[in-house]
């Protein structure tokens, strides 16, 4: 085992600093158990956490982008807490060792000649390293940051240094983010970057239905409500391992595979984190993730096989 890991496929950290950032919301900064650099990473990734609790909660990394000493991340603690953020605010503290897997990007930051972000609350975390990247290259960009208040609105000192490219929206005082605003942006070229609860990204789904294709780039906190669908069974062919394993219309992929003994390599289960992506070798995948685009569904080549399921009687996966 390398001197750096933590159980299967994780790495021991130890946390090093615990700050509060608004209400609810502290960062918590994370470096190598073993005083090693940490693994690389880019605008919009982000890391499981595997809590002594035994949950797995994915958290973007918010820092200087491409900082490798210690990671930052930003937690919210959630009211309806299954006991993620919950353990987070109540027993993480400076000096803990901890688990984590990762970091995974679903949110890659690519090259555009400018940048429109919209962050809504906890929302503002990937957007953050975008933000400092897009500084650091020069490029022409804004932020709309919204919130419920100011005081609930995290890393609002550092965003202030950036004047007149953020503007803030707590909803009390300044009403909603102004999307209508994002159109001549977006008519010019520019590319929008965003995370926010489901209701704002949902707006921006709708405005993005007259941008231009792969326009925007959504990262997605929660499992997103999809129309309910019939689930049929499916044959899965697993082409290297050389198994066919029957998918009743009761179980997902991962469940089945689980059970005929097929390693998969899973930690959301719900569609949003990215972990149990596969290729798709044969047949027509029925996407029901919250993370590939539409056109990244149509090309049919990759699924997350914690939630989706087939179009076809049979799916060749590369497992
Ligand atoms: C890629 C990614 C990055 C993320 N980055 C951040 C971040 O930077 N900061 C941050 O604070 N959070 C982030 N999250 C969200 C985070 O991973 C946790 O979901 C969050 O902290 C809540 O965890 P919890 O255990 O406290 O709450 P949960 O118990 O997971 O509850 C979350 C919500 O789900 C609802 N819920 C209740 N039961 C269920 C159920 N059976 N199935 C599904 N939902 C249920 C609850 O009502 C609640 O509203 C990210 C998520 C993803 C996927
Ligand atoms: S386990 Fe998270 S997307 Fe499938």
């Not at 900064?29 to 956490?49: C, E, K, Q, T, V």
């Not at 400092?132 to 804004?142: C, L």
Request: net charge neutral; hydrophobic share 40%.
């Amino acid at each position: 085992m390398a001197p750096n890991a933590g159980p299967a496929g994780s790495l021991d950290v130890v946390v090093r600093q615990l700050r509060w950032e608004a209400d609810g919301v502290v960062s918590i900064d994370l470096a190598s158990a073993a005083g090693n650099p940490l693994p690389s990473w880019a605008p919009g990734a982000h890391i499981d956490l595997v809590l002594p609790n035994g949950l797995e909660r994915q958290y973007s990394l918010c820092g200087p982008p491409g900082e490798r000493s210690y990671y930052r991340i930003g937690v919210r603690r959630e009211r309806a807490s299954r006991g993620g953020s919950e353990y987070v605010h109540a027993f993480l503290r400076p000096g803990q060792r901890i688990s984590i897997k990762g970091p995974r990007n679903n949110f890659g930051f690519g090259p555009a000649g400018s940048y429109v972000f919209v962050a809504g609350g906890i929302g503002i975390t990937p957007i953050l390293p975008m933000v400092r990247a897009a500084e650091a290259q020069g490029a022409d960009w804004q932020l709309f940051f919204g919130g419920r208040t100011s005081a609930s609105m995290p890393f609002l000192d550092e965003l202030g240094g950036y004047g007149k490219r953020v503007r803030c929206h707590p909803s009390d005082t300044a009403g909603r983010i102004p999307l209508a605003e994002l159109e001549r942006p977006v008519e010019a070229g520019a590319k929008v970057y965003a995370c926010g609860p489901a209701s704002l990204l949902s707006d921006l789904d709708t405005a993005a239905e007259n941008w231009p294709a792969e326009a925007l780039h959504l990262e997605r906190f929660k499992a997103p409500q999809l129309a309910p669908a019939e689930n049929k069974p499916v044959e899965v062919e697993c082409a290297a391992s050389k198994k066919t394993v029957s998918v009743g219309a009761d179980e997902s992929i991962v469940n089945a595979l689980d059970k005929a003994g097929i390693p998969t390599v899973t930690s959301c289960r719900s569609g949003i984190c990215g972990s149990c992506e596969t290729k798709v070798l044969d047949g027509v995948p029925d996407h029901r993730d919250g993370i590939l685009s539409a056109s990244e569904q149509a090309a049919g080549d990759r699924m997350f096989i914690c939630v989706s399921r087939a179009c076809t009687p049979r799916l060749v996966l590369d497992l």
